[in-house]
């Protein structure tokens, strides 16, 4: 017989809407939110990228503040006499160690005095400082038209020695001199030196704790100076240092590249989506799995009463039907009469056994099932069981075959459950056992543990089943085992009479070969009393 397709569609409609209000949903969503950190991603890099930009200006502008105020010193010293001036320009290199000297031009570059700081080293000549500065006719001039307007303009000359990287740099502006004449004043410095006494200070104070400042040879890898330990083989931003040609800034983020940063954030977000993701599909397995679980148990439930119904239905029916017959007299022979009234006393032991299962089923759920556990052979509890069936058995055409511990196995039972246990598993064999109706009981010790054990030769339960068929009302949903009726109560009432003694119920089965049940129950010593 084909499975039943009627338990499976509750199941598909609850997956179903599952799938509706909360699967494709959140595809929808993780897709949108994957996409937006696409996109976001981006946004990250430019916002980093203008973040970095702003640095770099900083550090380039303060350059220029640095030189344009150096600029209004040398200004303010040139405004008295040759004496004077001589003292003040002296002063003004004191001052200012970045620089190397001074000089000044008059407007035609002809006239030139040069100041120089005390113990100073090589520095440009009079006519290399002219060569450097005659191709640049018009940018002077338009430093002469700023100043007539009062605004102090620096254009800066390149030395000729710039490529190694530490040349000399000319910052020239128009100067008014004492008599109100305009003049060119130069202000001479090495490269590496203004980095070095300028910079370094103000890159550690920009960088702070979140970036890497470095200023580098123009195309190099080595530091000249930084602010701190830049990330192995990190690809910096670069800008040109406005100043210095031979020498460029870079930055990055402290301890990594902005694009490890960008991908970094995207890996977290990612995963948070993930995560959420996987719990809100862990909440959808858990809802299905429980509303499922519930849409079985009131299933079996149903189930259930409509199986102990007829379970109720039969025996009452022969019992009456046999009764009333009796009660008219319409039997003459005593031999029917007997019969009539086996038949009464056996549906009246089957009727009784049903009715203690779902007592005992009753007090097992409301936790009221109470155990008296005394020393107890279980020899002797399954002969008085057999003792009683047999002639069932019998009844129902049934061969019985027995085969006793040759040693007593007493162990801390309750004799009424371990009786019950027993008569449920007689029950089962008998129920499923159709043509090939052979029972063998055996009790037995085996590794220290005592076994009371129940072979049958009937239709026999598939393993898929073995460890479902102890639970309350389950029943196997297929084959024969399905078309007997049952109320699904007797093997979950065994294992939980083998729980509370703390040993087990073991199966061994396969559909069509018969099954084996078989109480196991632990060997403990048991303690005797002396009057």
Request: proline share 4%; charged share 25%; with cysteine.
């Amino acid at each position: 017989m084909n499975p039943p397709t009627g338990p499976a569609n509750p199941s598909r409609k609850l997956a179903l809407i599952l799938l509706l209000l909360i699967l494709l949903p959140l595809l929808f969503y993780s897709g949108y939110e994957i996409n937006s950190l696409s996109a976001g991603e981006e946004v990250m890099r430019e916002m980093y990228r203008r973040q970095l930009d702003v640095i770099l200006f900083s550090l380039n502008q303060h350059a220029w503040d640095v030189s344009s105020h150096w600029a209004a010193q040398l200004d303010l010293a040139l405004t008295g006499g040759p004496p004077e001036r001589q003292d003040a320009v002296n002063a003004f290199l004191a001052r200012t160690p970045a620089l190397e000297s001074v000089a000044l031009f008059d407007t035609t570059l002809q006239r030139c005095t040069m100041y120089r700081r005390e113990r100073m080293g090589t520095s440009l000549s009079e006519a290399e400082l002219r060569r450097m500065l005659a191709p640049g006719e018009e940018r002077l001039g338009a430093l002469l038209r700023f100043q007539r307007i009062d605004y102090r303009k620096l254009e800066p000359f390149i030395g000729a020695d710039t490529a190694g990287g530490d040349g000399t740099i000319v910052l020239v502006f128009a100067a008014s001199g004492r008599e109100g004449d305009l003049e060119f004043a130069a202000m001479l410095f090495r490269e590496q030196g203004f980095i070095k006494r300028v910079y370094a200070p103000k890159l550690s104070e920009v960088g702070s704790s979140e970036f890497v400042i470095t200023i580098f040879k123009k195309g190099g890898r080595e530091p000249v100076v930084s602010s701190g330990d830049a990330p192995e083989g990190s690809a910096f931003q670069r800008r040109d240092l406005w100043l210095f040609p031979g020498h460029e800034i870079g930055i990055t983020l402290r301890g990594s590249t902005v694009d490890e940063a960008v991908r970094a954030r995207f890996r977290r977000s990612l995963f948070l989506i993930v995560l959420l993701d996987l719990l809100l599909l862990a909440g959808a397995v858990i809802v299905y799995r429980n509303v499922r679980a519930q849409t079985e148990l009131a299933r079996a439930k149903s189930s259930f009463v409509s199986n102990v119904s007829h379970e109720l239905r039969t025996p009452l029916a022969l019992i009456r039907m046999f009764a009333e017959t009796l009660s008219m007299g319409r039997l003459k022979g005593e031999e029917k009469k007997q019969e009539y009234y086996d038949t009464i006393v056996r549906e009246s032991e089957r009727l009784t056994h049903l009715v203690n299962n779902i007592l005992s089923f009753s007090r097992m759920e409301a936790g009221r099932k109470e155990y008296r556990k005394l020393p107890a052979d279980l020899n002797d509890i399954v002969r008085g069981v057999l003792e009683t069936y047999t002639h069932h058995l019998q009844r129902q055409g049934f061969s019985l075959s027995t085969a006793y511990c040759s040693e007593p196995l007493v162990s801390p039972v309750d004799r009424e459950a371990v009786a019950e246990a027993l008569i449920n598993l007689l029950d089962n064999a008998m129920k499923y056992s159709k043509d090939r109706k052979v029972i063998t009981v055996r009790t037995q010790r085996v590794a220290g543990e005592l076994g009371v054990e129940v072979q049958d030769q009937g239709i026999g339960i598939a393993r898929e089943h073995h460890q479902r068929i102890f639970e309350t009302f389950y029943r196997v949903p297929s084959g024969l085992v399905h078309d007997t009726k049952g109320s699904g109560l007797g093997l979950s009432l065994v294992k939980h009479i083998m729980d509370a003694h703390g040993g087990r119920v073991d199966v061994e089965s396969a559909a069509g070969n018969g099954s084996t049940f078989r109480l196991v129950f632990p060997d403990r010593p048991v303690e005797t009393s002396h009057g």
